[in-house]
Nanobody
Framework: VQLQASGGGLVQPGGSLRLSCAAS????????MSWYRQAPGEQRELVAF???????NYADSVKGRFTISRDSSKNTVYLQMNSLKPEDTAVYYC??????????????WGQGTLVTVSS
């Protein structure tokens, strides 16, 4: 199983970006899917997660600005980021708990996509 993240880039403060992360491989189903981020010199932190049933939760720092969603038929998770601030600058990683066709449940990470918020 592989997770491929995309959508990062350079954006001005107040701007928007949409991240995508697609899981591929021997997938039976995807359970919870999440986005984490890691700023330079900081620990990786949870930004948002979404369960297989669509329940979401967000870090306080992004509530009201970021929206996580998923397309389970495509095993893809999205992160819509609005009103971006310089402090949102980080490498963003997707994370998914997946049940493989061999009935094994494991957690996988994407490769990370850099988001830079700067004027």
């Amino acid at each position: 199983v592989q997770l491929q993240a995309s959508g990062g880039g350079l954006v001005q403060p107040g701007g928007s970006l949409r991240l995508s992360c697609a899981a591929s491989g021997s997938i039976f189903s995807s359970r919870s899917m999440s986005w984490y981020r890691q700023a330079p010199g900081e620990q990786r932190e949870l930004v948002a997660f979404i369960t297989s049933g669509g329940i979401t939760n967000y870090a306080d720092s992004v509530k009201g600005r970021f929206t996580i969603s998923r397309d389970s038929s495509k095993n893809t998770v999205y992160l819509q980021m609005n009103s971006l601030k310089p402090e949102d600058t980080a490498v963003y990683y997707c994370n998914a708990n997946i049940i493989t066709t061999a009935a094994i449940s494991s957690t996988y990470w994407g490769q990370g996509t850099l988001v830079t918020v700067s004027s």
